[in-house]
Nanobody, 125 residues
Framework: HVQLVESGGGSAQAGGSLRLSCKLS????????MGWFRQTPGKDREGVAS???????RYAESVKGRFTVSKDSANHTLYLQMDNLEPEDTARYYC????????????????????WGPGTQVTVS
């Protein structure tokens, strides 16, 4: 049974940093695509960053140059380093995973991911 658990959310000042972590509980030796999404009340869940391979990820335009996604494959953990935070980054952040093949375009689409964590709140003021 695949479970995802996020941690590292909280409050930060504009211009500050936070680092989110997401632990995948059971990989069954499967290489999962993993990504970060966020959602605010009344809005659709949007893709933030998805890990493609070491040193390379796909990012939403709004976070390019500020957020960095990385993955510790040995420990099945995904990270999101968020720097130069803006109030517009305030949202609940979700980690997602899926084992099916994906195109580059698919990486930030929420309907391409089967497994989701409960989310962690990030508030920037």
């Amino acid at each position: 049974h695949v479970q995802l658990v996020e941690s590292g959310g909280g409050s930060a000042q504009a211009g500050g940093s936070l680092r989110l972590s997401c632990k995948l509980s059971e990989s069954h030796n499967v290489d999962y695509y993993m990504g970060w999404f966020r959602q605010t009340p009344g809005k659709d869940r949007e893709g933030v960053a998805s890990h493609l391979r070491v040193g390379f990820g796909r990012y939403a335009e709004s976070v390019k140059g500020r957020f960095t996604v990385s993955k510790d494959s040995a420990n099945h953990t995904l990270y999101l380093q968020m720097d130069n935070l803006e109030p517009e980054d305030t949202a609940r952040y979700y980690c997602a995973a899926d084992s099916r093949p994906k195109s580059y375009y698919d990486l930030l689409l929420s309907n391409q991911y089967m497994y989701w964590g409960p989310g962690t709140q990030v508030t920037v003021s």
